[in-house]
Every structure is written in C-alpha cells, then in structure tokens.
C-alpha cells in the first residue's frame, strides 16, 4: 500500500460491504429497503459470521434478496418465512439465521408462522419492514394500512367500519414470552440509520447468545406506492405513520418496556 493509498484509507467515510454483490437494488428510488440490505450486510461483515449465516426472503420487495447478498439465502413461500427459518435454525442451530419480511407477508399471510415462532422463542432474528401497503404488487391495502389511507384497493381511504382496523402487531408480538428483543426503527435519516443498525446488531448478538426472538421492525416509506416523491413520501412517513407506530424499543433482555 503506497501513501495514496493510506491516505484515501485513512480519509475513508463509507465502503460498501464485501457481502453485497454487484448487482442493482432492484427497489425503488428513495425507498428505505435499500437502507436496511445494507445494514444487515454491514452488521454481518463486523461479526464476521458471513460463513454461517443464512437469510430467508420470502415473496415481496424482498424476493430478489439472494441476488444481492454474498451469503445463502433461501427463497420461502409467501408468509412461510419464519416456518422455514424454524427449520434451517432446527437443523443447524448454529447457523445465524434472519427473515427479511414486509408487512404483508409477516402480518397478513404469515401471521400465523409469525406469532407462532415467536411464542416458541425460536432463536432468529426477524427483520420487519413497514411500509403500510402491499408495495410489490400493487399498492394494494395491507394489514398495516392507516385508517383513511388511500390504496389501489381502498381508494377512498380505509374505512374501519368495514375494513377493520391497522394491525400493529409488533407491540402483540412483545407481549409473547418468547421474544426476548423487540425494537422498532427507521432508516429516513442519518440518526436513524444508525439507530436500526445497533439494533440489527443487537438483534445478531442475541442469537449468538441463545437469547431467543429478536425482532427488528423498520417503518419505512412506498413513495412508488403511496404515490409521492422520496422527500415528500418521508415527511409523511413522519407526519402519519409515526403517530400510529410510535419508534422505539418494546422489549429488551425479556422485559417489556413501558411505552
């Protein structure tokens, strides 16, 4: 390494993980799913467990995942994610094992999968991304979708009285004896940029332990979906899904935290 060299080193502030592959985020521009691929490859590099790690992506944004990462990845059925990480984590309970699930998927068909493996305390981590609509295939309304919220499949708005009411299920999920970690993040700002990669850590550092269920959710925009540019698609973020998912930790060594 020549002094050009050491210099740029030193003068470093960003590198990309040598976990990701060289191929294109396929998510929109200004979507937070880019964010959170990029931290879990981080947080992976620093342990240095690539070797023994195995991510689950079911169908969603999330579908192409094993494109991007320099580890194995398996594909799941939709909703099947936390089955089939129940059986890669039961086989090889050594492997780090993670879900990568949007809110469709963990909250509507996989509801059953998910609280289930969370009651049993199964020890994977899940990463949650909530973006409050079907954001793949549509726009279509999701378990997660804001009352009054316009979607391809409720145009007018969500209306409670006949639609029922948005599920915040990570709060349901903390009540289970079995999680032992939960937190809710974003990814809109810097600040929270690193706040959800200490939990991703965290999330990591648990199942090394044999603590049990971490579970990292990130509220995260759809500007594609919610019909917004990326600047104005945060704001709103801010503004309307903050209110009903408050961000913060929910669980932490076990304990429920008061909210």
Same mark, same amino acid.
């Given at each position: ?22 191929? %294109?985020?396929?998510?929109? %521009?200004?979507?937070?799913? @880019? ?39 398996? $594909?799941?059925?939709? !909703? ?24 469709? *998927? ?15 305390? =199964? ?14 295939? !549509?726009?279509?309304?999701? %378990? ?14 969500? *209306? ?56 990292? $959710? ?6 594609? @979906?919610?019909?917004?540019? %990326? ?6 973020? $801010? =503004? ?8 913060? *930790?929910?669980?932490?060594? !076990? ?5």
């Amino acid at each position: 390494m020549d002094v050009k060299d050491i210099i740029r080193e030193e003068n470093l502030v960003y590198k990309k993980s040598r976990l990701l592959t060289d191929t %294109p985020f396929n998510f929109c %521009p200004g979507c937070g799913h @880019g964010t959170v691929v990029r931290l879990i490859a981080e947080v992976i590099e620093e342990m240095g467990i690539e070797h023994d790690t195995v991510g689950i992506s079911p169908v969603g944004c999330s579908v192409f995942l094993y494109d991007f990462y320099d580890f194995d990845v398996v $594909e799941a059925a939709h !909703g099947r994610a936390t089955a089939v990480a129940t059986g890669i984590k039961r086989v090889m309970p050594d492997k780090f094992v993670f879900t990568y699930q949007g809110d469709g *998927d963990l909250a509507a068909i996989g509801t059953g999968e998910t609280i289930h493996a969370c009651n049993r305390g =199964e020890n994977f981590v899940i990463v949650f991304i909530n973006n409050g609509i079907y954001g793949m295939t !549509g726009g279509q309304m999701a %378990p997660t979708t804001l009352e009054g919220m316009k979607t391809a499949t409720c145009p007018r708005g969500r *209306d409670v009285k006949t639609m029922g009411y948005p599920l915040n299920i990570t709060p349901l999920l903390a009540q289970l004896d079995g999680t032992y970690y939960v937190t809710r993040q974003a990814v809109h700002t810097p600040a929270a940029v690193r706040k959800t990669k200490r939990a991703l850590r965290q999330a990591f550092e648990n199942q090394k332990n044999k603590k049990g269920m971490s579970i990292v $959710e990130v509220v995260s925009n759809c500007n594609s @979906g919610w019909g917004l540019p %990326p600047l104005q698609a945060n704001r709103w973020m $801010e =503004e309307n899904m903050f209110a009903k998912y408050q961000l913060g *930790d929910m669980k932490v060594d !076990g304990v429920l935290q008061m909210r």
